[in-house]
């Protein structure tokens, strides 16, 4: 039998979720360069049959990723995302100690600079806070805008460890150093709770903790 290329979270005749590692792309790029790695594509060969992202994580994410194993299955899932009937939890570890335990960011945010701003919700939940001035939250994204979470971190002054982008890169060169992250992100989807896309039933579907966050955390309690 052939070995998964991926985690294995969860799979039937209908679906399978794996746990996504950072720096693989969901779907092929626009411009795809020689060593990017797909997960589509992963999964795809290890099935041997044609497989529907039911949604998407950036790059540089990890965690719950989930995909359709048929045109009925995938229909199914995009209504249960379209109508908002999916709930994703994200874990975060960020610069800086909040001041609360629980918050929400209710800034809306445009997709680039040209577009609208339309309305983005997200709560945050304190988890622990580490040393060298970290913190573990938990993030609840209740609409899903582009970036959203990482956005939303930004503007409340927590960036995300090894968001390049919204962080910067000289600091993120120097964090990354410090801590030994080397160029990840550490911003992982950590649970997904969803209707199953034939069967009348409720899913959930967990990802263990990323090895790179565990280390963190224990190196700097």
């Known amino acids: 039998m052939q070995t998964p290329p991926l985690e294995c979270l969860y799979e ?27 997960t589509m594509k992963l999964v795809r060969d290890y099935l041997g049959t044609r497989v529907y992202a039911a949604h998407r994580l950036d790059r540089p994410t990890c965690g719950v990723l989930i995909f359709a194993k048929g045109k009925t299955a995938a229909r199914a899932l995009g209504r249960a995302f379209d109508r ?20 929400t960011c209710r800034e809306p945010l445009r997709k680039d600079e040209n577009a609208p701003a339309k309305e983005a919700i997200t709560d945050f939940r304190l988890l622990k806070s580490v040393g060298l001035d970290l913190a573990l939250l938990e993030a609840l994204p ?3 805008r582009y970036h959203q979470i990482r956005k939303h971190l930004q503007i409340c002054g927590h960036p995300i460890v090894g968001d390049f982008r919204y962080a910067g890169k000289e600091f993120c060169h120097a964090q990354s150093e410090k801590l030994g992250t080397e160029t990840r992100m550490l911003l992982q989807c950590k649970q997904m709770e969803l209707p199953h896309p034939v069967e009348n039933r409720a899913l959930t579907i967990k990802a263990p903790i990323d090895p790179c966050f565990e280390k963190l955390l224990k190196s700097h309690k």
């Open 12 to 38: 039937d005749e209908w679906m399978i979720a794996v746990n996504k590692p950072a720096g693989q792309l969901v779907h092929p790029a626009d411009h795809p360069q020689p060593d990017d790695i797909v």
């Open 84 to 103: 908002k009937q999916v709930s994703k939890i994200y874990q975060a570890i960020v610069t800086g100690q909040p001041t609360t335990e629980t918050w």
């Open 142 to 144: 209740r609409t899903g």
